[in-house]
């Protein structure tokens, strides 16, 4: 059985998969071969182009171009922020606000941290909404309006809410980094696609108050998301 990856939708011009949590993209030395060779060897794709990326703990849709003309009409996309993303994460920390705007410089920090900064100069944007899904546990929707290194995870964690399980940005341990990529929504070449995918990995993110919560948010791109 595959245990990186799902295959969601096949295209002539791309493919959409459900990447696993604990994948990383590349491959790891002796550990083994990492998501992208893994969906070219299952599939027997020769050709393929990465547009985006997920970090390691991070599960969820990506992306990937199946001809170099596609994939250039992608990273035209994503540079214009014209590729809609949305994603959902749970915390078991009460945030400063539960809904809102997140906005700041991004610099490194140490041990391969992030943090951000109060300057505007070229900043990490995010929008959220918050739920309260069990004492002392709250799911976030999430709208990045770019597409910094670890954006969410530094943007929750600035907020005193880091995601469960993300011993980076947080103390708590769980069996699994609990941030997902739910839904992606773009138009290429005049027809419009979206896609959301609910998580099927983490005990928080499978039981019956996150399925409730996620049958409320179907379509993300519905929520009334002010203007920036």
């Keep these: 059985m595959n245990d990186c990856f799902e295959l969601i939708d096949k295209q002539e011009e791309f493919l959409i998969i459900n990447k696993y949590a604990n994948v990383n993209f590349h491959d790891e030395g002796n550990i083994g071969s990492g998501l992208f060779s893994k969906i070219k060897e299952e599939l027997s794709i020769t050709d393929l182009y990465p547009v985006h990326r997920l970090d390691k703990l991070t599960s969820g849709l990506m992306i990937f171009a199946r001809t170099a003309e596609s994939a250039k009409l992608f990273q035209q996309l994503f540079s214009h922020h014209q590729v809609e993303k949305y994603y959902i994460a749970i915390s078991d920390c009460k945030p400063k606000k539960k809904q809102g705007l997140i906005k700041g410089d991004m610099t490194k920090s140490r041990r391969g941290m992030w943090k951000l900064l109060r300057s505007q100069n070229n900043p990490a944007i995010t929008q959220f909404h918050s739920y309260s899904l069990a004492p002392s546990i709250r799911g976030f929707l ?87």
């Design 142 to 228: 999430l709208k990045p309006h770019s597409g910094k290194t670890h954006q969410i995870r530094v943007a929750l964690a600035s907020i005193g809410a880091p995601i469960l399980g993300d011993e980076l940005y947080g103390k708590s341990k769980s069996d699994r980094g609990y941030l997902h990529a739910y839904a992606l929504r773009f138009t290429l070449n005049d027809r419009l696609f979206d896609y959301s995918l609910a998580p099927n990995q983490g005990a928080r993110f499978t039981d019956e108050l996150c399925q409730h919560w996620l049958s409320s948010i179907t379509k993300p791109w519905q929520h009334p998301w002010p203007k920036i």
